[in-house]
């Protein structure tokens, strides 16, 4: 990348990651001179997305407020390397957002005193697990945030359940290694097409995100390796947010399904910390609705000039 290039609005930016380039987007504000500082947000993306989704949403009104956003596709997602196609996996999605801090820590115009994380969905809880023990993010949001990983897996299945799928996850990684071949599966398989009247919020916001021309787009496929888990089954904020440490805004939609893992994590969570609950929005209002994202826009935007 030559600084010389990058001018305001989107820039192709690239990083590499244990031996893996990675494809991002920064969004640089108006006027943008790399002779100043900025302030800068990394994007923890929502599970199985692409760059082109919910990141460019926010990287384009946060950069219109003065920020450096920077969004990239995981390995193996988008426009990113990666032997395993779609293959969601925290073991090396930790890392990666730990090298795109150190990425963009070497960049002149980012002001390290002044970089923040935003994670939207599962993102919240990557972005919050990252925090936890990296210090150089100096404040974090966390937007419907997905935030235990753990009950939502093993609570909608019996033990018996839970189990067999994890027997058939573990499987298809013993397939991978000794044959380089694993299968791939319709993560939106339970949503139905379209779903009928009566169905649960989530299953009809899924719907009309993911499986319309709303969401579904770019490189954005709802196949997903074998291998893998949607998100993986370990992560409960719940149980970190109290050591946490550092400066977190949680956000959410009032009518959203996840909400309670917002507020048992605010409630857990360290000072200093902000609740904001967005009137009238649900899960994926947040994600791309102006009348909503802009509020969430609005408050974190005032809650990182607080803290950083």
Do not use: W
Request: net charge negative.
């Amino acid at each position: 990348m030559k600084i010389e290039n990058l001018k305001a609005g989107i820039n192709s930016v690239d990083f590499v990651s244990e031996g893996y380039t990675l494809a991002g987007d920064m969004y640089l504000p108006e006027g943008f001179d790399p002779d100043n500082k900025y302030p800068t947000i990394l994007y923890f993306k929502v599970g199985t997305q692409v760059k082109e989704q919910v990141g460019s949403v926010y990287g384009k009104k946060m950069s219109k407020l003065g920020y450096i956003f920077y969004a990239f596709d995981i390995r193996g997602f988008g426009e990113s390397q990666g032997k395993v196609r779609h293959q969601e996996n925290a073991h090396f999605t930790f890392p990666a957002y730990t090298d795109a801090i150190s990425f963009l820590s070497t960049m002149p115009f980012v002001d390290k005193e002044r970089l923040t994380g935003l994670g939207i969905c599962a993102g919240g809880a990557y972005v919050s697990y990252t925090a936890l023990v990296d210090k150089r993010l100096k404040a974090i949001a966390t937007v419907s945030g997905y935030l235990n990983h753990t009950d939502a897996f093993f609570g909608m299945m019996t033990r018996e359940q839970a189990v067999g799928a994890l027997n058939y996850i573990n499987s298809e990684q013993q397939r991978y290694y000794e044959s380089g071949e694993c299968d791939t599966a319709d993560v939106l398989g339970f949503c139905p097409r379209p779903p009928a009247d009566d169905a649960p919020n989530f299953v009809k916001g899924t719907y009309d995100y993911y499986l319309t021309p709303r969401g579904g787009y770019g490189n954005y496929t709802n196949m997903l390796a074998s291998t893998s888990f949607t998100v993986y089954p370990g992560l409960n904020v719940k149980n970190i947010a109290h050591y946490l440490y550092t400066p977190i805004l949680c956000i959410a939609g009032s009518e959203a399904d996840t909400k309670p893992m917002t507020d048992e994590v605010f409630e857990a969570a360290t000072e200093p910390k902000e609740l904001f609950i967005i009137d009238g929005a649900t899960h994926f209002d947040l994600y791309d609705i102006d009348r909503y994202v802009d509020q969430a826009v609005e408050r974190i935007d005032a809650f990182y000039k607080k803290h950083c």
